[in-house]
């Protein structure tokens, strides 16, 4: 029955650490600006209007 | 007839309206600045600016070549920079213009305008931008310059931060939030084999699972539930209770108690119920505050003073509203006016009254360059002044709200809260010792659980929150509709309210459409000369006159005087010009009937006057009729003239009084209160001030002036003051909300209470129940104003568009 003391202790351990990670994540201040990452990803990527650039010159060349 | 069609050209960025359009690549734009932008953005192939949102653009404030060199300066780099190395820089600037998701877009892509700049982040939030850049190669000067140039002009300010910090109270609690939580499964997990049954020979496992749990709960007890700690230990230091005392002693009795069963091996304690009830009362809180949060009733936001002053837009002077008003703005402050933000005096001199402020009345004499403090009054000459800092609506309400101009009745029901709440807490830690002598003898292990939950459950926070919440949900509702009342006590006094005085001349008629005549001789210089006396005074009459004489033309006016309720003098070419009363300007002849008159006199010799006839407001003759009897009297500092046409408008039994100075009106409301009744005044604030003052209520009635007499309880917006009989009924619905309010917490309270005494609630119940309660007081506060509201104005709203 001992066996459980030293499944308890690593279990809370393991515990543990997790709650420091929360702790240091929520420090980290990636939590701080909720609303802005929501708009940052619709933005388009600009590579995209390059290729149709390149597509519309190369279109031009061929003409 | 060949119709045409107007089309409006807007610019292209902004969207303001194009005066003189300039146009590049076929798209109007309404000034230089406007264009520059574009023409910056298209070259460095950055138009999906304008694609994310339509004309984001504001216009352009011109920007000094050296605005911002001083960010150069070694002291200052260090304090703006949050990071600084000779390769690598980061620095935080504080852009009041970002409103907008094109906005985000356009300050996260500046590294295309400029290689230097290696990255930048929006913060839309606290509408910040975090740049990246190589110092070696842009100094910080010309990366302001450049955001600057785009409209997106940085906010530098050095000594105090002014953005608001939410974030970080948040984490606090959260992280509290989340140790009481780990904690709390924990000691659950352990304690099961006690729920479960342990065998006596299991005793050294129970020891230490005990242990365990005490070592959990230690960090519960001394940071999760510190706040209420630290609270209750501060008002006991100060010989009071407050709200937080009894939950202070339950918790600790909890915990010492279960400490010394575990250690004196009685039992094993009530630590999971200890670290369930500081899990559950921090959700509690964490779930008020997002509650109160998102029913946050910010006037800032909502309600603006509807105080307007003359800004310079292009070679015009144009009548905005006070909040509008930005830093480098122009604008022009005439007698009696109050300054509504910080400025630099432009013109030579100025007269500024600081009563407002300090409480001094004797005027401060400002020089060229000199830095004028808003809420200042304005006496004398009109000024020019350049805005420095944004109007800020707090600081106004704050200095309006100060002692000095408090009226003697203090509000009976925030006594009446403050005399129950402590009384309550008394009440419930005497009922908690009761209960504990009770069950002590009845049945002695329950008694820990019992005083815990009663100390808990009985939640006198409702009570605090029902009279905030009313009212300031109905000061929002009143902001809405242009009527911005001081502080919420003045709901509760014109609840009271059962006589209405009415001042005529700028209250129940204004100058909209105005019939103006001159009789008598005066030339053309003249009339230029009297149009200009006229424009320095915010009287309805005199900007009637000026808007008469308008004729362009720079004159010069010294040793300008306005003597409230007799008239305007000043001295133009050293000829001494008189505009008033008879009795001012010296008029000994018959009086002229039938309209207003002002009296011109040219070095005490009349000359001629103005008969102006002013219209009533659009339905007042409604307001009034809805009033009655209500509405006790009608006081005019002006003749008799209008007594016909007012007697037509009035009941019968309202008494029309004419040719009142400000002492006559302030004594006609003294004697109204003797005679017991509650009055509410109605004013322009120019001449009425002390009776503003006097009275149970005194409203302020603007148009587009910046007359401000922090005597007055509220200001009104001109063309709303049809609402009055509304705005009456709305506070007096508000004082029986707050009565049901506290009918339903103390309700609350018996029935809870009830419960937890004969031991059917246990504290983990009671901590739910507490937050809930309390936010239930606050929704059914908001849901009835609002429904109230709606109800009375709503449907107004929808007939007058």
């Given at each position: 029955m001992t066996i459980i003391i030293l499944l308890i202790l690593i279990s809370l351990s393991i515990a543990l650490i997790f709650l420091g990670i929360f702790y240091w994540s929520m420090r980290s201040g990636q939590y701080d600006d909720t609303y802005t990452p929501s708009v940052r990803m619709l933005f388009e990527d600009k590579i995209k209007k390059k290729e149709n650039r390149d597509d519309s010159q190369k279109r031009e060349i061929a003409k | 007839?060949?119709?045409?069609?107007?089309?409006?050209?807007?610019?292209?960025?902004?969207?303001?309206?194009?005066?003189?359009?300039?146009?590049?690549?076929?798209?109007?734009?309404?000034?230089?600045?406007?264009?520059?932008?574009?023409?910056?953005?298209?070259?460095?192939?950055?138009?999906?600016?304008?694609?994310?949102?339509?004309?984001?653009?504001?216009?352009?404030?011109?920007?000094?070549?050296?605005?911002?060199?001083?960010?150069?300066?070694?002291?200052?780099?260090?304090?703006?920079?949050?990071?600084?190395?000779?390769?690598?820089?980061?620095?935080?600037?504080?852009?009041?213009?970002?409103?907008?998701?094109?906005?985000?877009?356009?300050?996260?892509?500046?590294?295309?305008?400029?290689?230097?700049?290696?990255?930048?982040?929006?913060?839309?939030?606290?509408?910040?931008?975090?740049?990246?850049?190589?110092?070696?190669?842009v100094n910080l000067c010309s990366l302001a310059k450049l955001i600057?140039?785009?409209?997106?002009?940085?906010?530098?300010?050095?000594?105090?931060?002014?953005?608001?910090v939410s974030g970080k109270t948040d984490t606090s609690l959260i992280l509290k939030l989340a140790i009481a939580g780990f904690c709390f499964g924990n000691v659950m997990l352990f304690s099961f084999p006690e729920y479960l049954g342990l065998e006596k020979t299991d005793d050294q496992l129970g020891n230490i699972f005990s242990l365990l749990n005490i070592l959990l709960s230690i960090p519960v007890f001394v940071y999760a539930d510190a706040d209420y700690l630290t609270s209750a230990w501060k008002s006991f230091k100060q010989r009071q209770i407050n709200i937080d005392v009894p939950i202070?002693?339950?918790?600790?009795?909890?915990?010492?108690?279960?400490?010394?069963?575990?250690?004196?091996?009685?039992?094993?304690?009530?630590?999971?119920?200890?670290?369930?009830?500081?899990?559950?009362?921090?959700?509690?809180r964490w779930f008020q505050n997002k509650t109160y949060e998102s029913l946050a009733f910010d006037r800032d936001f909502k309600a603006y003073f509807p105080l307007a002053v003359l800004r310079k837009s292009g070679s015009e002077w144009k009548s905005v509203v006070v909040h509008t008003l930005v830093e480098d703005d122009q604008i022009k402050i005439r007698n009696l006016e109050i300054v509504p933000a910080d400025c630099v005096l432009l013109s030579d001199e100025a007269f500024i009254d600081y009563s407002f402020v300090t409480g001094e009345s004797k005027p401060v004499q400002a020089k060229k360059g000199d830095l004028i403090y808003a809420g200042g009054k304005l006496i004398g000459q009109p000024v020019l002044l350049e805005v420095q800092k944004k109007t800020s609506q707090s600081h106004l309400t704050c200095l309006w709200n100060n002692e000095a101009f408090n009226k003697s009745s203090e509000s009976k029901y925030k006594r009446l809260i403050d005399r129950a709440a402590r009384r309550f807490t008394w009440v419930i830690l005497g009922l908690s010792l009761i209960t504990a002598l009770y069950w002590y003898f009845t049945d002695a292990s329950q008694v820990w659980l019992i005083i815990t939950s009663v100390l808990i459950v009985a939640c006198p926070c409702a009570l605090a929150l029902t009279a905030p919440f009313t009212y300031g949900n109905m000061l929002r509702v009143f902001g809405r509709h242009k009527?911005?009342?001081?502080?919420?006590?003045?709901?509760?006094?014109?609840?009271?309210?059962?006589?209405?005085?009415?001042?005529?001349?700028?209250?129940?008629?204004?100058?909209?459409?105005?019939?103006?005549?001159?009789?008598?001789?005066?030339?053309?210089?003249?009339?230029?000369?009297?149009?200009?006396?006229?424009?320095?005074?915010?009287?309805?009459?005199?900007?009637?006159?000026?808007?008469?004489?308008?004729?362009?033309?720079?004159?010069?006016?010294?040793?300008?005087?306005?003597i409230p309720g007799k008239g305007i003098q000043g001295s133009i070419m050293n000829r001494q010009i008189k505009l008033g009363s008879a009795a001012f300007t010296g008029y000994t002849g018959n009086s002229i009937e039938a309209s207003s008159t002002v009296f011109i006199s040219i070095d005490d010799d009349i000359r001629g006057y103005f008969k102006i006839k002013t219209s009533l407001r659009k339905n007042i003759q409604k307001l009034i009729e809805t009033l009655g009897t209500t509405c006790v009297a009608l006081l005019s500092g002006d003749n008799s003239s209008d007594k016909a046409e007012m007697s037509t408008v009035f009941h019968p039994s309202t008494q029309l009084l004419f040719d009142q100075d400000p002492h006559q009106k302030l004594a006609y409301i003294r004697n109204l209160q003797r005679t017991g009744k509650k009055v509410m005044m109605l004013g322009d604030g120019l001449n009425d001030a002390g009776a503003l003052k006097q009275s149970n209520v005194g409203i302020s009635v603007t148009d587009d002036t910046g007359i401000f007499t922090p005597a007055c309880d509220g200001i009104l917006q001109g063309d709303q003051i049809n609402l009055l009989d509304k705005f009456l009924k709305l506070s007096k619905a508000a004082t029986s909300v707050v009565r049901w309010g506290f009918v339903l917490s103390f309700m609350y309270n018996a029935i809870a209470l009830s419960f937890a005494v004969t031991g059917h609630l246990t504290p983990l119940v009671a901590a739910i129940l507490m937050p809930l309660s309390s936010i239930s007081i606050v929704l059914f506060t908001t849901v009835s104003v609002n429904w109230i509201a709606q109800k009375e104005l709503g449907t107004k709203l929808a007939h007058a568009s």
């Amino acid at each position: 029955m001992t066996i459980i003391i030293l499944l308890i202790l690593i279990s809370l351990s393991i515990a543990l650490i997790f709650l420091g990670i929360f702790y240091w994540s929520m420090r980290s201040g990636q939590y701080d600006d909720t609303y802005t990452p929501s708009v940052r990803m619709l933005f388009e990527d600009k590579i995209k209007k390059k290729e149709n650039r390149d597509d519309s010159q190369k279109r031009e060349i061929a003409k | 007839m060949e119709a045409s069609v107007q089309t409006e050209i807007l610019c292209f960025h902004c969207g303001e309206h194009c005066d003189d359009a300039q146009w590049l690549e076929e798209k109007a734009f309404c000034c230089y600045g406007c264009k520059t932008v574009y023409e910056i953005l298209s070259s460095n192939d950055l138009c999906e600016y304008y694609d994310l949102e339509k004309n984001p653009g504001t216009q352009l404030q011109f920007v000094q070549e050296d605005a911002y060199s001083f960010l150069d300066e070694a002291e200052i780099r260090k304090k703006v920079l949050t990071f600084d190395s000779s390769t690598f820089s980061r620095v935080n600037f504080y852009v009041p213009a970002i409103h907008c998701v094109s906005c985000i877009w356009l300050l996260e892509n500046l590294q295309k305008i400029n290689p230097a700049i290696l990255r930048a982040e929006v913060n839309f939030a606290l509408k910040t931008v975090t740049i990246d850049f190589k110092p070696q190669l842009v100094n910080l000067c010309s990366l302001a310059k450049l955001i600057a140039s785009l409209g997106y002009a940085p906010s530098i300010n050095l000594d105090s931060d002014d953005k608001p910090v939410s974030g970080k109270t948040d984490t606090s609690l959260i992280l509290k939030l989340a140790i009481a939580g780990f904690c709390f499964g924990n000691v659950m997990l352990f304690s099961f084999p006690e729920y479960l049954g342990l065998e006596k020979t299991d005793d050294q496992l129970g020891n230490i699972f005990s242990l365990l749990n005490i070592l959990l709960s230690i960090p519960v007890f001394v940071y999760a539930d510190a706040d209420y700690l630290t609270s209750a230990w501060k008002s006991f230091k100060q010989r009071q209770i407050n709200i937080d005392v009894p939950i202070a002693v339950g918790l600790v009795a909890l915990f010492l108690r279960s400490v010394w069963d575990i250690f004196a091996g009685i039992g094993p304690g009530y630590l999971d119920s200890f670290t369930g009830l500081v899990f559950f009362l921090l959700i509690g809180r964490w779930f008020q505050n997002k509650t109160y949060e998102s029913l946050a009733f910010d006037r800032d936001f909502k309600a603006y003073f509807p105080l307007a002053v003359l800004r310079k837009s292009g070679s015009e002077w144009k009548s905005v509203v006070v909040h509008t008003l930005v830093e480098d703005d122009q604008i022009k402050i005439r007698n009696l006016e109050i300054v509504p933000a910080d400025c630099v005096l432009l013109s030579d001199e100025a007269f500024i009254d600081y009563s407002f402020v300090t409480g001094e009345s004797k005027p401060v004499q400002a020089k060229k360059g000199d830095l004028i403090y808003a809420g200042g009054k304005l006496i004398g000459q009109p000024v020019l002044l350049e805005v420095q800092k944004k109007t800020s609506q707090s600081h106004l309400t704050c200095l309006w709200n100060n002692e000095a101009f408090n009226k003697s009745s203090e509000s009976k029901y925030k006594r009446l809260i403050d005399r129950a709440a402590r009384r309550f807490t008394w009440v419930i830690l005497g009922l908690s010792l009761i209960t504990a002598l009770y069950w002590y003898f009845t049945d002695a292990s329950q008694v820990w659980l019992i005083i815990t939950s009663v100390l808990i459950v009985a939640c006198p926070c409702a009570l605090a929150l029902t009279a905030p919440f009313t009212y300031g949900n109905m000061l929002r509702v009143f902001g809405r509709h242009k009527l911005y009342l001081k502080n919420a006590e003045i709901i509760e006094r014109m609840a009271e309210i059962d006589a209405i005085v009415f001042d005529k001349t700028g209250t129940v008629t204004h100058g909209h459409t105005p019939e103006i005549k001159l009789q008598g001789a005066l030339t053309h210089e003249q009339l230029i000369w009297i149009g200009h006396l006229a424009s320095y005074s915010t009287h309805p009459l005199s900007k009637l006159i000026h808007k008469y004489a308008q004729k362009n033309g720079h004159v010069e006016v010294t040793e300008f005087k306005e003597i409230p309720g007799k008239g305007i003098q000043g001295s133009i070419m050293n000829r001494q010009i008189k505009l008033g009363s008879a009795a001012f300007t010296g008029y000994t002849g018959n009086s002229i009937e039938a309209s207003s008159t002002v009296f011109i006199s040219i070095d005490d010799d009349i000359r001629g006057y103005f008969k102006i006839k002013t219209s009533l407001r659009k339905n007042i003759q409604k307001l009034i009729e809805t009033l009655g009897t209500t509405c006790v009297a009608l006081l005019s500092g002006d003749n008799s003239s209008d007594k016909a046409e007012m007697s037509t408008v009035f009941h019968p039994s309202t008494q029309l009084l004419f040719d009142q100075d400000p002492h006559q009106k302030l004594a006609y409301i003294r004697n109204l209160q003797r005679t017991g009744k509650k009055v509410m005044m109605l004013g322009d604030g120019l001449n009425d001030a002390g009776a503003l003052k006097q009275s149970n209520v005194g409203i302020s009635v603007t148009d587009d002036t910046g007359i401000f007499t922090p005597a007055c309880d509220g200001i009104l917006q001109g063309d709303q003051i049809n609402l009055l009989d509304k705005f009456l009924k709305l506070s007096k619905a508000a004082t029986s909300v707050v009565r049901w309010g506290f009918v339903l917490s103390f309700m609350y309270n018996a029935i809870a209470l009830s419960f937890a005494v004969t031991g059917h609630l246990t504290p983990l119940v009671a901590a739910i129940l507490m937050p809930l309660s309390s936010i239930s007081i606050v929704l059914f506060t908001t849901v009835s104003v609002n429904w109230i509201a709606q109800k009375e104005l709503g449907t107004k709203l929808a007939h007058a568009s």
